[in-house]
Protein backbone atom coordinates (compact mmCIF):
# COMPACT_ATOMS: atom_id res chain seq x y z
CA UNK A 1 0.00 0.00 0.00
CA UNK A 2 3.09 2.73 1.12
CA UNK A 3 4.63 2.14 -2.63
CA UNK A 4 1.45 2.79 -3.99
CA UNK A 5 0.84 5.60 -2.34
CA UNK A 6 4.42 6.40 -3.07
CA UNK A 7 3.89 5.99 -6.53
CA UNK A 8 0.74 8.15 -6.80
CA UNK A 9 2.36 11.17 -5.10
CA UNK A 10 5.37 10.62 -7.48
CA UNK A 11 3.21 10.46 -10.72
CA UNK A 12 1.55 13.78 -9.38
CA UNK A 13 4.20 16.00 -8.57
CA UNK A 14 5.86 15.75 -12.39
CA UNK A 15 1.84 16.07 -13.60
CA UNK A 16 2.13 18.98 -11.06
CA UNK A 17 6.13 20.02 -12.44
CA UNK A 18 5.16 19.34 -16.17
CA UNK A 19 1.67 21.27 -15.97
CA UNK A 20 2.92 24.03 -13.86
CA UNK A 21 6.55 24.45 -14.48
CA UNK A 22 6.99 24.22 -18.02
CA UNK A 23 4.92 27.24 -18.84
CA UNK A 24 2.13 25.73 -20.21
CA UNK A 25 -0.93 28.11 -19.73
CA UNK A 26 -4.60 26.37 -20.64
CA UNK A 27 -6.12 29.68 -21.36
CA UNK A 28 -7.09 31.02 -24.41
CA UNK A 29 -5.45 34.53 -25.61
CA UNK A 30 -6.74 37.48 -24.34
CA UNK A 31 -8.80 39.50 -27.48
CA UNK A 32 -9.77 42.61 -27.75
CA UNK A 33 -8.39 46.66 -26.42
CA UNK A 34 -6.35 45.82 -23.02
CA UNK A 35 -4.84 49.62 -22.82
CA UNK A 36 -1.95 50.98 -24.16
CA UNK A 37 1.47 49.39 -24.91
CA UNK A 38 3.88 50.76 -22.25
CA UNK A 39 7.30 52.17 -23.50
CA UNK A 40 10.26 49.68 -23.92
CA UNK A 41 11.85 50.92 -20.41
CA UNK A 42 15.31 50.02 -18.64
CA UNK A 43 16.55 48.46 -21.78
CA UNK A 44 20.41 47.02 -21.06
CA UNK A 45 21.08 46.95 -25.11
CA UNK A 46 19.30 46.50 -28.25
CA UNK A 47 20.36 43.90 -30.59
CA UNK A 48 19.92 44.06 -34.32
CA UNK A 49 18.69 47.58 -34.07
CA UNK A 50 18.52 51.17 -33.21
CA UNK A 51 16.62 51.65 -29.57
CA UNK A 52 12.62 51.58 -30.71
CA UNK A 53 9.93 53.81 -28.69
CA UNK A 54 6.34 52.98 -29.03
CA UNK A 55 5.89 56.13 -30.15
CA UNK A 56 8.25 55.06 -33.29
CA UNK A 57 5.97 52.45 -34.14
CA UNK A 58 2.47 54.57 -34.50
CA UNK A 59 1.34 53.05 -37.56
CA UNK A 60 2.47 49.58 -37.66
CA UNK A 61 1.20 46.54 -36.09
CA UNK A 62 3.55 45.58 -33.38
CA UNK A 63 4.34 41.97 -31.99
CA UNK A 64 6.33 42.21 -28.50
CA UNK A 65 7.76 38.45 -27.64
CA UNK A 66 8.57 38.01 -24.04
CA UNK A 67 11.17 34.96 -24.23
CA UNK A 68 14.85 33.82 -23.44
CA UNK A 69 17.00 32.16 -25.00
CA UNK A 70 17.32 28.93 -22.57
CA UNK A 71 13.33 28.63 -22.28
CA UNK A 72 12.57 25.31 -24.25
CA UNK A 73 8.63 26.62 -24.87
CA UNK A 74 10.44 29.94 -25.92
CA UNK A 75 12.80 27.79 -28.30
CA UNK A 76 9.69 26.07 -29.84
CA UNK A 77 7.84 29.48 -30.48
CA UNK A 78 10.72 30.98 -32.52
CA UNK A 79 10.12 29.54 -35.98
CA UNK A 80 6.73 30.61 -35.68
CA UNK A 81 7.69 34.35 -34.34
CA UNK A 82 10.47 34.32 -37.41
CA UNK A 83 8.14 32.73 -39.85
CA UNK A 84 5.84 35.96 -38.87
CA UNK A 85 8.89 38.45 -39.28
CA UNK A 86 9.65 37.03 -43.00
CA UNK A 87 6.50 37.02 -44.14
CA UNK A 88 4.56 40.47 -42.83
CA UNK A 89 7.58 42.69 -42.09
CA UNK A 90 7.30 43.98 -45.54
CA UNK A 91 3.53 44.40 -44.70
CA UNK A 92 4.02 46.90 -42.25
CA UNK A 93 4.65 44.16 -38.87
CA UNK A 94 7.10 45.06 -36.45
CA UNK A 95 8.52 42.04 -34.51
CA UNK A 96 10.72 43.23 -31.51
CA UNK A 97 11.60 40.45 -28.87
CA UNK A 98 12.09 41.77 -25.60
CA UNK A 99 14.71 38.91 -23.96
CA UNK A 100 14.08 38.93 -19.95
CA UNK A 101 16.53 36.65 -18.27
CA UNK A 102 15.40 33.79 -16.30
CA UNK A 103 18.71 32.91 -14.50
CA UNK A 104 21.65 34.88 -14.22
CA UNK A 105 23.94 33.39 -16.85
CA UNK A 106 21.06 34.94 -19.69
CA UNK A 107 22.01 38.60 -18.97
CA UNK A 108 25.09 38.19 -20.59
CA UNK A 109 25.12 40.38 -23.66
CA UNK A 110 27.33 38.06 -25.66
CA UNK A 111 25.24 34.66 -24.95
CA UNK A 112 22.10 36.77 -26.04
CA UNK A 113 24.41 37.31 -29.28
CA UNK A 114 25.26 34.26 -29.54
CA UNK A 115 21.67 32.53 -29.24
CA UNK A 116 20.61 35.31 -31.92
CA UNK A 117 23.18 33.72 -34.18
CA UNK A 118 22.25 30.42 -33.83
CA UNK A 119 18.60 30.73 -33.84
CA UNK A 120 18.81 33.19 -36.99
CA UNK A 121 17.05 35.72 -35.53
CA UNK A 122 16.95 39.29 -37.48
CA UNK A 123 14.28 41.32 -35.67
CA UNK A 124 15.14 43.80 -33.23
CA UNK A 125 15.80 42.47 -29.58
CA UNK A 126 15.75 44.26 -26.60
CA UNK A 127 17.44 43.47 -23.81
CA UNK A 128 15.49 44.04 -20.64
CA UNK A 129 17.95 42.31 -17.68
CA UNK A 130 16.62 44.64 -15.30
CA UNK A 131 13.16 43.62 -16.32
CA UNK A 132 11.60 47.25 -16.67
CA UNK A 133 9.98 46.43 -19.59
CA UNK A 134 8.76 43.14 -18.45
CA UNK A 135 7.11 44.48 -15.47
CA UNK A 136 5.54 47.91 -17.61
CA UNK A 137 3.72 45.23 -19.31
CA UNK A 138 2.69 43.15 -15.95
CA UNK A 139 3.55 40.17 -17.93
CA UNK A 140 4.77 37.13 -16.05
CA UNK A 141 5.22 34.49 -18.22
CA UNK A 142 7.85 33.08 -20.97
CA UNK A 143 6.95 33.18 -23.78
CA UNK A 144 4.62 35.65 -23.80
CA UNK A 145 3.20 37.41 -27.32
CA UNK A 146 1.59 40.71 -27.34
CA UNK A 147 -0.13 42.35 -30.61
CA UNK A 148 -0.15 46.09 -30.77
CA UNK A 149 -1.94 48.13 -33.01
CA UNK A 150 -1.42 50.99 -35.36
CA UNK A 151 -3.10 52.75 -32.78
CA UNK A 152 -0.73 51.77 -29.79
CA UNK A 153 -3.08 50.02 -27.95
CA UNK A 154 -2.63 45.94 -26.55
CA UNK A 155 -5.25 44.09 -28.75
CA UNK A 156 -3.81 40.44 -28.17
CA UNK A 157 -1.95 38.78 -25.65
CA UNK A 158 -0.84 34.68 -25.48
CA UNK A 159 1.17 32.99 -23.18
CA UNK A 160 3.38 29.64 -23.48
CA UNK A 161 3.31 27.89 -26.37
CA UNK A 162 0.71 27.19 -29.34
CA UNK A 163 -2.40 29.19 -30.59
CA UNK A 164 -0.26 29.91 -33.92
CA UNK A 165 -2.85 29.69 -36.09
CA UNK A 166 -4.99 32.25 -34.02
CA UNK A 167 -2.39 34.49 -33.53
CA UNK A 168 -1.34 34.55 -37.08
CA UNK A 169 -5.27 35.38 -37.89
CA UNK A 170 -4.64 38.21 -35.75
CA UNK A 171 -1.90 39.46 -37.25
CA UNK A 172 -3.23 39.74 -40.74
CA UNK A 173 -6.92 40.97 -38.96
CA UNK A 174 -5.10 43.58 -37.55
CA UNK A 175 -2.66 43.99 -41.18
CA UNK A 176 -5.75 44.67 -43.18
CA UNK A 177 -7.37 46.85 -40.78
CA UNK A 178 -3.98 48.68 -40.93
CA UNK A 179 -4.58 49.92 -44.74
CA UNK A 180 -8.37 50.95 -44.43
CA UNK A 181 -7.74 53.27 -41.05
CA UNK A 182 -5.36 55.58 -40.71
CA UNK A 183 -3.01 55.95 -37.46
CA UNK A 184 -4.41 58.04 -34.74
Same mark, same amino acid.
Given at each position: ??????? @????? +?????? *???????????K????????? @?????????????T????R????????????????????????????????????????????????????????????????????????????? +???????P? *???I?? *?????????????????? +?????L????? *??? +??
Open positions: MRNLIRV @FLAAS +AIAAIY *TFGTGAIAESPVGDQGKAPE @FVNIDHWLNSEPLMQQLGKVVLVDFWTYSCINCVNTLPYVKQWYEKYKDQGLVVVGVHTPEFPFEKSTANVQAALKQFDIRYPVAQDNMYGTWS +AYRNQYWA *TYLDT *TGRIVYQHYGEGRYKETE +AEIQRLAASK *TVP +AR
